[in-house]
T-cell receptor
């Protein structure tokens, strides 16, 4: 069935450093890949997404890259700040449904 | 984007009872989605709620346990029936943004504790 893997499960970085989270998906028909940030006790918030017709998308300190051949996509956060600390979920769309990765807990240490 | 509200925000219920969660979207959408998020876990799709037709349930979820209503294009309810402590979780609804069919936005969630 559809599957999304996500690595690492936890990530600690020093403030100002970069963080990279990687996801792989199983269905080559997937064409939409969002990333969500979930702070403790809050709802998942869409932070960036990418569609299969582009290889990279950037929004200020956040970027996402997509390799459709290898079926993986990555979230890149530069110049990390303590407020970036949260759980990040990637997802891939299968038909009209999302399948989420297991999440990455990012801690940005001051 | 979409503005989505849910109620209740949290509840503590007794084993064997049922709880109905309401989800309201600020725009008309064809599909709404219900998810479960167990503590420290990812989001698992329970079902897709389509206006004017029966909900579509994912593997492991059945209508008798999680009946869903979708009376109009801005509202849906999820009922958790005959609850047990294993149903303790956060339940979230989501919907696409206005004019967008693939992006999903989430409600604030309902934190359910079953004693």
């Amino acid at each position: 069935g559809e599957n999304v893997e996500q690595h690492p499960s936890t990530l600690s970085v020093q403030e100002g450093d970069s963080a990279v989270i990687k996801c792989t998906y199983s269905d080559s028909a997937s064409n939409y890949f969002p990333w969500y940030k979930q702070e403790l006790g809050k709802r998942p918030q869409l932070i960036i997404d990418i569609r299969s017709n582009v290889g990279e998308k950037k929004d200020q300190r956040i970027a996402v890259t997509l390799n459709k051949t290898a079926k993986h996509f990555s979230l890149h956060i530069t110049e990390t700040q303590p407020e970036d600390s949260a759980v990040y979920f990637c997802a891939a769309i299968y038909g009209q449904n999302f399948v989420f990765g297991p999440g990455t807990r990012l801690s940005v240490l001051p | 984007s979409a503005v989505i509200s849910q109620k209740p925000s949290r509840d503590i219920c007794q084993r064997g009872t049922s709880l109905t969660i309401q989800c309201q979207v600020d725009s008309q959408v064809t599909m709404m989605f219900w998810y479960r998020q167990q503590p420290g876990q990812s989001l698992t799709l329970i079902a897709t709620a389509n206006q004017g037709s029966e909900a579509t349930y994912e593997s492991g979820f059945v209508i008798d346990k999680f009946p869903i209503s979708r009376p109009n294009l801005t509202f849906s309810t999820l009922t958790v029936s005959n609850m047990s402590p294993e149903d303790s979780s956060i339940y979230l609804c989501s919907a696409p943004g206005q004019g967008i069919t693939d992006t999903q936005y989430f409600g604030p969630g309902t934190r359910l504790t079953v004693l």
